[in-house]
C-alpha cells in the first residue's frame, strides 16, 4: 500500500510540476513577462497532477487503446476540471477561470478547446510517456524513494495550508463590496491588495484576470469602509488645519519678538 501511495504520489507531483512548467511559460510569452502562474506558492499546478493521478488510477486499464482512451481521458479530466472549478469558486467565493467567450462551454468551467487537449495530451503521456517517467521512479532506492515522496508530501501540503491562509486574507480585504460599489473603493481596495506581502501579489500576478464574486455580500460593510475613507479624509483636513494654525501662531510670535 506505501508503494502504490508513493508511485501515485510521485505522478502527482511530477505533473504538477510539468503543469506548472506550461503554464507559466504560455502565459508569461501572452504577457511578455514572467508570470508565476498557479495559486500555490511553489512551482506546481495541482490540477494537472490531479488529473495525471486521475487517468494512472482509473484507466490504466486501457493504455494499449490509445483512441479509447483519447475519449475516456477528455471526459475524466473535463469533469475534474469542473468540479475544480466549481470547489474553489463556492471555497473562495472567486472564479480562477473562466472559458465563458470560448465555444462549446459548460457554465465558463470547460470548453471544447481544453477537452481536447484533455484527450490529446492524457492519451500522449499515460500512454506512452509515462511509462519512462515511472521508470526514473524506480531507478531509485525503494527506502528513498519513499522518504523522498514523503518529504515533497509534507511540503506540497504546508503549501497548500499556507496559500490558502493567504487567499482567505484577500478575501478579507473584499468582504463587503456589493455589485454597487463605487470606482473610489474598488481601487482603495486594489491599492489594498497590490500593497500586500509578496504572496499576495504571487496570486494577483498568477491569475490577473481572477474574478472576484461580490454579489452577496453585506453592504453595511461597504459603509464601514465608506466611512474609513472619509475619516481619515477628515482627519488629514484636521492636520492640515492645525499645521496651518501652528504656523500662524509662530509667525504671530516672531512679529511680536
Known amino acids: 500500500m506505501a508503494e502504490y501511495l508513493s508511485r501515485l504520489f510521485f505522478i502527482f507531483f511530477v505533473y504538477s510540476v510539468g503543469g506548472w512548467c506550461v503554464e507559466t511559460i504560455r502565459v508569461s510569452l501572452k504577457e511578455k513577462m514572467f508570470v508565476n502562474r498557479g495559486f500555490l506558492i511553489g512551482p506546481y499546478c495541482p490540477i494537472y497532477g490531479s488529473g495525471a493521478a486521475l487517468l494512472d488510477v482509473t484507466l ?69 510517456v509515462n511509462k519512462t517517467i515511472l521508470s526514473k521512479y524506480y531507478m531509485m532506492n525503494e527506502s528513498a524513494r519513499h522518504i523522498i515522496m514523503l518529504v515533497l508530501f509534507l511540503i506540497v501540503i504546508s503549501d497548500f495550508i499556507v496559500s490558502e491562509t493567504l487567499i482567505k486574507k484577500i478575501k478579507s480585504d473584499i468582504n463587503g463590496l456589493s455589485k454597487d460599489n463605487t470606482v473610489e473603493i474598488s481601487k482603495k481596495v486594489q491599492e489594498l491588495i497590490k500593497e500586500r506581502n509578496i504572496f499576495h501579489r504571487r496570486m494577483f500576478k498568477a491569475y490577473p484576470g481572477l474574478k472576484l464574486n461580490i454579489l452577496h455580500m453585506d453592504a453595511s460593510i461597504k459603509d464601514m469602509i465608506v466611512s474609513f475613507l472619509e475619516h481619515v479624509k477628515s482627519e488629514l483636513d484636521i492636520g492640515n488645519v492645525k499645521n496651518h494654525s501652528e504656523d500662524e501662531k509662530e509667525k504671530a510670535e516672531e512679529k511680536n519678538n
Not at 490504466?60 to 481521458?73: A, G, R
Not at 479530466?77 to 474553489?88: A, F, P, Q, R
Not at 471544447?112 to 490529446?120: C, K, P, S, V
Open 60 to 128: 490504466n486499464y486501457y493504455t494499449n487503446h490509445p483512441f479509447l482512451y483519447f475519449f475516456l481521458s477528455m471526459t475524466f479530466c473535463g469533469i475534474l476540471e469542473y468540479i475544480t472549478s466549481y470547489v474553489l469558486e463556492k471555497r473562495f467565493k472567486a472564479r480562477w477561470w473562466d472559458y465563458s467567450t470560448r465555444a462549446l462551454n459548460i457554465n465558463g468551467r470547460v470548453c471544447a478547446e481544453n477537452l481536447l487537449q484533455f484527450g490529446f495530451f492524457g492519451t500522449i503521456f499515460m500512454c506512452y
